[in-house]
């Protein structure tokens, strides 16, 4: 979904960084072989998470809902050599599409795939997070971010995806819709926490980025 009209947006993405080959490669297959190719992150918000990774320099990354691999690609960018990308999605079926991108790319040795619940996979991870990607069953935002808090230091950076859902958070609610119910309680509870620092970019579909006090 654009927030600016076509042309504008357009003009955006032309004076922004070019798409990286490997994630053109990526970005063609997943629309030619994938289901719901709209899920994936991109050219200009994969360029928005790539420069916000460059600006943290995280050594730790963690991204809950990994797709066929685009965005984990872009945060990888950022990541310090010796760092760490461990992201979960619950269909295997993509896995061998998402190592294959993986291992083309320079990061292959650093991205540790987990396949699974994450809400039962995060905690066997003993890691200090210093950037977390959040783009997975909207159903379970505000368990993803309990889930991952206390597993983050002072200035740890949380980005979480869909927050705008098509401008569905600001319509009146239909009781059956779950997603859009819980996307509304997820962002009050980023707005209100006062664990976090918040604000949110109406990128894409939008975009929330967390600062941890």
Same mark, same amino acid.
């Given at each position: 979904?654009?927030?600016?009209?076509?042309?504008?947006?357009?003009?955006?993405? $032309?004076?922004?960084?070019?798409?990286?080959?490997?994630?053109?490669?990526?970005?063609?297959?997943?629309?030619?072989?994938?289901?719901?190719?709209?899920?994936?992150?991109?050219?200009?918000? *994969?360029?928005?998470?790539?420069? !916000?990774? $460059?600006? @943290?320099?995280?050594?730790?990354?963690?991204?809950? *809902?990994?797709?066929?691999?685009?965005?984990?690609? @872009?945060?990888?960018?950022?990541?310090?050599?010796?760092?760490?990308?461990?992201?979960?999605?619950?269909?295997?079926?993509?896995?061998?599409?998402?190592?294959?991108?993986?291992?083309?790319?320079?990061?292959?040795?650093?991205?540790?795939?987990?396949?699974?619940?994450?809400?039962?996979?995060?905690?066997? !991870?003993? $890691?200090?997070?210093?950037?977390?990607?959040?783009?997975?069953?909207?159903?379970?935002?505000?368990?993803?971010?309990?889930?991952?808090?206390?597993?983050?230091?002072?200035?740890?950076?949380?980005?979480?995806?869909?927050?705008?859902?098509? *401008?569905?958070?600001?319509? $009146?609610?239909?009781?059956?819709?779950?997603?859009?119910?819980?996307?509304?309680?997820?962002?009050?509870?980023?707005?209100?926490?006062?664990?976090?620092?918040?604000?949110?970019?109406?990128?894409?579909?939008?975009?929330?980025? @967390?600062?941890?006090?």
């Amino acid at each position: 979904m654009h927030f600016i009209p076509d042309d504008l947006d357009d003009y955006v993405v $032309k004076h922004s960084q070019d798409e990286p080959e490997l994630l053109k490669q990526l970005n063609r297959e997943t629309y030619q072989k994938i289901l719901q190719p709209r899920m994936l992150s991109g050219h200009f918000q *994969g360029r928005v998470l790539s420069m !916000i990774s $460059k600006l @943290c320099r995280p050594k730790y990354i963690l991204e809950i *809902g990994t797709y066929t691999g685009y965005s984990a690609l @872009c945060l990888a960018e950022g990541m310090q050599t010796d760092g760490e990308l461990h992201t979960i999605d619950i269909n295997e079926e993509l896995y061998d599409l998402q190592r294959k991108y993986f291992d083309l790319s320079d990061y292959g040795d650093l991205i540790h795939q987990h396949v699974g619940n994450a809400l039962d996979i995060i905690p066997t !991870i003993q $890691k200090k997070f210093d950037l977390v990607f959040i783009d997975a069953d909207k159903e379970n935002y505000c368990n993803y971010f309990e889930a991952i808090i206390d597993q983050l230091d002072s200035g740890a950076i949380i980005l979480s995806d869909n927050v705008l859902w098509s *401008g569905k958070v600001i319509e $009146k609610l239909d009781p059956e819709d779950e997603a859009t119910r819980s996307l509304v309680a997820y962002n009050t509870l980023l707005k209100t926490d006062n664990r976090v620092e918040t604000v949110m970019l109406p990128i894409r579909d939008g975009l929330t980025i @967390c600062r941890k006090k």
